[in-house]
């Protein structure tokens, strides 16, 4: 475990961004993170896992922690359900994958969602009606100040549409280093109920689907939509799906009268962003090495040699159009650092 200076960071972020760490270190145990925290408290530190929520604007000016926990166990099996623990330095996708093989279900609408385990509860990432709250049991996070290991319950984390108390009270305070999920041995939950994945599945003459099929029908719905980061530099969906009053919904829908939605409440509406940006003129667009994809618009693309600030510069004529277009404000769900 050593620490290195002027650290390149091009490849430890899904954007490809040229940035350099003051200083870099990676752990692979809970042990070494609490040595790490100890002998350098008083320091600047930035916590890295898996690079693919942030975009990086300037040098890191900091200690970067890169989380390098690895390790995938099953904690229990009852009432034919597994409890499975995953570090949180795992690869996220790479974690749903085991879960496939091994018949674990519960992830598997989660596939091909860049980045690590450990940042999943942060986020609360989710895709095709399934969030990480529908299954996480607890995840354990060390104290940055007191290098302290706490239990964080599905409650306490107070989960949200990509919120979490880690974003908010308790932010910058825990670095989380493992996550347990609660996931179907037998009688599957099977989740189809986003049409994308219905027409996967009726175009292979799927109809009695397990979760292996729910799981390949989305990778290969992510692969049609979204670029790969090796080979073009992105963070997956840039922003969050606007929620709006009802009211506001309504009226707008008089104007626009094929604005999709997604009802989230008896008095909200969910609205794509995607749809948005995209009738708003910018899917496909280039702007010097920034643009939006061509295949979907909530993709933000890194064409070469992007600085950061080029890429923020554009989500901000994104934001700004969206909203002189509909009044609909869009917020980042990407860390801008």
């Known amino acids: 475990m050593e620490i290195l200076s002027n650290y390149p960071l091009k490849n430890l972020n899904t954007f490809g ?16 993170l609490k040595l790490v925290l100890k002998e350098n408290q008083g320091k600047k530190l930035f916590i890295l896992g898996g690079g693919s929520n942030m975009l990086l604007t ?12 690895k390790g995938i166990e099953v904690v229990a099996e009852n009432n034919g359900t597994a409890q499975v623990k995953a570090m949180a330095g795992e690869n996220w996708h790479g974690f749903v994958q085991y879960c496939i093989n091994h018949n674990y279900g519960g992830v598997e609408n989660l596939s091909l969602i860049p980045g690590n ?25 060390l104290h940055i100040a007191t290098q302290e290991l706490r239990t964080f319950t599905n409650a306490e984390c107070e989960f949200a549409y990509r919120e979490s108390i880690f974003k908010s009270e308790l932010k910058g305070q825990y670095i989380i280093v493992s996550v347990t999920f609660d996931l179907t041995i037998a009688n599957h939950k099977i989740n189809t109920a986003y049409g994308d994945i219905t027409a996967q599945l009726a175009a292979k003459g799927i109809t009695s689907p397990t ?21 073009l530099g992105n963070s997956g969906s840039f922003f969050k799906n606007p929620i709006i009053p009802k009211a506001q919904y309504e009226a707008l ?31 496909g667009s280039r702007f010097g090495n920034a643009g939006v994809h061509a295949r979907q618009a909530l993709v933000i693309v890194n064409y070469g040699n992007a600085t950061g600030q080029e890429l923020v ?25």
């Open 313 to 337: 510069n554009l989500s901000k004529k994104i934001q700004q159009t969206v909203f002189e277009n509909y009044g609909i404000a869009i917020e980042a769900e990407v860390n801008i650092v």
């Open 17 to 32: 961004i040229a940035a350099c760490a003051k200083e870099y270190v990676s752990v692979t145990s809970v042990e070494e």
């Open 58 to 69: 300037q040098d890191i000016d900091a200690l970067v922690i890169h989380i390098n926990l």
């Open 211 to 231: 979760i292996k099929d729910v799981s390949e029908a989305v990778t290969a719905i992510r692969q049609s939509k979204l670029p790969d980061p090796k080979e």
């Open 253 to 283: 829908h008089e104007k626009f009268p094929d604005m999709p939605h997604y009802v989230v409440s008896e008095t909200q509406v969910k609205v794509p962003a995607g749809w948005l940006i995209e009738q708003s003129g910018f899917k």
């Open 117 to 141: 385990v450990g940042t999943t509860p942060i986020q609360n990432i989710g895709a095709y009606g399934t969030e990480i709250k529908d299954t996480m049991i607890q995840c354990e996070a």
